[in-house]
């Protein structure tokens, strides 16, 4: 079965401090995979998504980006943070289809 | 562009009353519709998904949606509310010019009082 995995599941850094975030999936090959950002416990806004691997498709212009080095791996970045990047990060994926989006259990990012 | 619109903050039902959660979605072409639920600090989690076939939807926990194409709908139901109904809930579209994105509502936050 298809389990996906993303970590670490809290993290605390300092504005100005870099930023990775990573996500697998196992047990399918070359699935979609997206980034999502909830604030305050509310609405998914759409942040990246990836179709195959290198290829990547930016929906907001923001501090953050994305990177695909492998088929199941998807890399959240970024290079300095700022105070308006903490949220809840959610990774996911489909199987490209009509699929329904699967989702990790989320990080929670807190920049001070 | 697809969009999609879950107009109430929150929705407040008794325990046993029936729940219903609204959605409505602007998409070009056939719509695939989906509802997930949430619970504190979590990741979302599947309920039911209407690709194509009967416009009544079952999915897990006693949930179920009426697709209805002319209004443009999804809302989300049970007929018998649980307390452990209380989570945030998501309603969200993919497909037409969207392709393969998938376009999460705002949520729609139940409270379910017993």
């Known amino acids: 079965s298809q389990t996906i995995h993303q970590w670490p599941a809290t993290l605390v850094q300092p504005v100005g401090s870099p930023l990775s975030l990573e996500c697998t999936v196992e047990?399918?090959?070359?699935?979609?995979l997206y980034w999502y950002r909830q604030a305050a416990g509310r609405g998914l806004q759409l942040l990246f998504y990836?179709?195959?691997?290198?290829?990547i498709s930016s929906e907001v212009p923001q501090n953050l980006s994305a990177s695909r080095p492998q088929d199941r791996q998807f890399i959240l970045s970024s290079k300095k943070l700022l105070l308006s990047d903490s949220g809840f990060y959610l990774c996911?994926?489909?199987?490209?289809?009509?699929?329904?989006?699967?989702f990790g259990q989320g990080t929670r990012l807190t920049v001070v | 562009a697809q969009s999609v619109a879950q107009p109430e903050d929150q929705v407040n039902v008794a325990e046993g009353n029936p729940l219903t959660v609204k959605c409505t979605y602007s998409?070009?072409?056939?719509?695939?519709l989906f509802w997930y639920v949430q619970y504190p600090n979590r990741g979302l989690q599947f309920l039911l998904k209407?690709?194509?076939?009967?416009?009544l939807v079952k999915g897990s926990y006693g949930f179920e949606a009426e697709f209805n194409k002319s209004q443009t709908s999804f809302h989300l139901k049970k007929p018998s509310a649980l307390v452990s109904d209380s989570a945030l809930y998501f309603c969200?579209?993919?497909?037409?010019?969207?392709?393969?994105?998938?376009?999460f509502g705002a949520g729609t936050r139940l409270f379910v009082k017993a």
């Open positions: 996911a994926w489909d199987p490209g289809t009509a699929g329904l989006a699967f």
């Open positions: 047990g399918t090959s070359n699935p979609n």
């Open positions: 990836s179709v195959g691997i290198g290829q």
């Open positions: 998409v070009s072409g056939n719509p695939y």
């Open positions: 209407y690709i194509t076939g009967d416009n």
């Open positions: 969200a579209v993919r497909g037409g010019t969207g392709g393969f994105k998938t376009i």
